[in-house]
Nanobody, 117 residues
Framework: QVQLVESGGGWVQPGGSLILSCAAS????????MGWYRQAPGKQRELVAN?????????DYADSVKGRFSISRDNAKNTIYLQMNSLKPEDTAVYYC?????????WGQGTQVTVSS
């Protein structure tokens, strides 16, 4: 069982920035493939960004956030981050952290991000 706790959400004006964090349980965090997903009201949950296990060299982003968002991991802290810049109203959603381990997926409880003026 992997437990995930997201933090860092909130309200920001268009063009602003936020950093989301996701802390994971377990002592083999470096082996987890990690990702950020989001779900806007009335829409399906979608992938925002993925980061591979180990040093996290391998990353992947949704087209809608490429060049604006950056995912990273700190294995010493069992934490991943999502740096979000140039935020747009359409980025408004609940953001979820996901861990993949041995073919199983684990979700955090989500953190709300609201982008509006």
């Amino acid at each position: 069982q992997v437990q995930l706790v997201e933090s860092g959400g909130g309200w920001v004006q268009p063009g602003g920035s936020l950093i989301l964090s996701c802390a994971a349980s377990g002592n083999i965090f470096s082996t987890y493939v990690m990702g950020w997903y989001r779900q806007a009201p009335g829409k399906q949950r979608e992938l925002v960004a993925n980061i591979g296990s180990g040093s996290g060299t391998n990353t992947d982003y949704a087209d809608s956030v490429k060049g604006r968002f950056s995912i990273s991991r700190d294995n010493a802290k069992n934490t991943i981050y999502l740096q979000m810049n140039s935020l747009k109203p359409e980025d408004t959603a609940v953001y979820y952290c996901r861990a993949s381990l041995r073919g199983r997926g684990y979700w955090g409880q989500g953190t709300q991000v609201t982008v509006s003026s």
